[in-house]
Nanobody
């Protein structure tokens, strides 16, 4: 089992930045990939970014590439999402997710069996 706890959300003006963190605990040695997803009210949960835990290879949603950066600190078992040039359309609950498997498409929610409780990001115009 892996437990995930997100932090770092909040209210920010358009054009501002936030850094989200996700602390992993439990069987963290078995994590293969982690990702960030977000869900706005009335919308489906969507892929933001993912990272391979062993070598740090990253994947991004095309629409967010260049503004968001995913990173991990293996020693601290922590995942990060640096978000720059935030827009009101980025307002959503942000979730981190983890999997111990190397199968499954990285941008599918059902690839990840472990999820955090989410942290709210609100961008004002």
């Amino acid at each position: 089992q892996v437990q995930l706890v997100e932090s770092g959300g909040g209210l920010v003006q358009a054009g501002g930045s936030l850094r989200l963190s996700c602390a992993a605990s439990g069987r963290t040695f078995s994590i293969s990939r982690m990702g960030w997803f977000r869900q706005a009210p009335g919308k489906e949960r969507e892929f933001v970014a993912a990272i391979r835990w062993s070598d740090g290879i990253t994947y991004y949603a095309d629409s967010l590439k260049g503004r968001f950066t995913i990173a991990r600190d293996n020693a601290k078992n922590t995942l990060y999402l640096q978000m720059n040039s935030l827009e009101p359309e980025d307002t959503a609950a942000y979730y981190c997710a983890a999997t111990q498997s190397y199968s499954g498409i990285y941008y599918y929610t059902n690839t990840y069996p472990y999820w955090g409780q989410g942290t709210q990001v609100t961008v004002s115009s």
